[in-house]
């Protein structure tokens, strides 16, 4: 006759398998190290910017709250638009307005009560206009952001229906360039940037949507108000830009990003 292990004994087993499966994730990561030191050292930078992004990325995702539970309802769709972009004002220097452009997708969860919680990856260019003796010159920052904002419902009107927005937004930087406006860019390296590698903003908004298709179809304009420092307080080019041609028109030495975004939304 078989006998079933006594209640201590259990316990023991347990904790065995317990240990033992705590053993084999710490030898896997161990294993793992040299292989991570050679992807981060030796192939750093052309993977920096996409591992980050690929882990703010799943940041958003996994955010808590963000993914649907039971009774909850999650949409998907796609973003795109325009921004006016600009800088904080700057004395002795003349910063100006600037049109870009901005695309990505979004997740819309479904929560109780009229406000529902807005997720967005976008591609967005940032920037501003100097003019001063040179002429205008053109500094842009392009961000992987992720815009993330509680939506809420207000009354709608005719067939349209009306909300409000109101969240933070993370930026990362992808890459930067200058030009005059004509055919002349200047891609800068790394070391020889003038926008800080991220972002922070504070964002409101306001929209429409239209329900009665297939799809649902907004459109929303959209204020970003940078938090963070985002300019490297360069003085001049410096000697790892000495290349740059616009010593006359210098990016601000304080710099905080200004957007208004005008887009349009399907599916969200």
């Not at 709250?65 to 999650?74: C, D, F, I, N």
């Not at 500094?139 to 952001?145: D, L, N």
């Amino acid at each position: 006759m078989r006998v079933a292990p006594s209640e201590p004994g259990t316990k023991a087993l347990h904790k065995r398998d317990h240990c033992a499966r705590i053993s084999r994730v710490i030898a896997a990561f161990v294993l793992l190290l040299p292989t991570l030191y050679l992807v981060v050292v030796r192939l750093l930078p052309a993977l920096f910017r996409a591992l980050c992004a690929a882990g703010c990325l799943a940041l958003v995702v996994l955010f808590p709250g963000a993914l649907p539970s039971a009774g909850q309802s999650v949409s998907f769709g796609v973003v795109a638009g325009a921004n006016i972009v600009t800088v904080s004002p700057e004395p002795n220097l003349s910063t100006g307005f600037r049109t870009t452009a901005t695309a990505g997708g979004g997740m819309l969860v479904d929560l109780p009560g009229p406000v529902d919680l807005q997720q967005e990856v976008l591609f967005s260019q940032k920037g501003t206009a100097v003019t001063e003796t040179f002429g205008q010159v053109n500094y842009t920052a392009s961000y992987i952001e992720f815009p993330l904002q509680l939506r809420v419902a207000l009354p709608s009107v005719w067939r349209l229906d009306l909300f409000a927005t109101g969240g933070g937004s993370f930026g990362l930087k992808a890459f930067e360039s200058q030009s005059t406006g004509s055919t002349l860019e200047l891609q800068l390296p790394d070391e020889g940037s003038f926008f800080e590698r991220t972002d922070a903003s504070a964002v409101v908004g306001f929209g429409a949507t239209f329900d009665e298709g297939p799809s649902p179809l907004s459109v929303f304009v959209r204020y970003m108000h940078g938090l963070r420092e985002v300019s490297q307080g360069r003085t001049d080019v410096g000697p790892d830009i000495d290349e740059n041609p616009f010593r006359d028109n210098p990016f601000p030495e304080s710099a905080q990003t200004r957007t208004i975004t005008l887009g349009l939304m399907i599916g969200l």
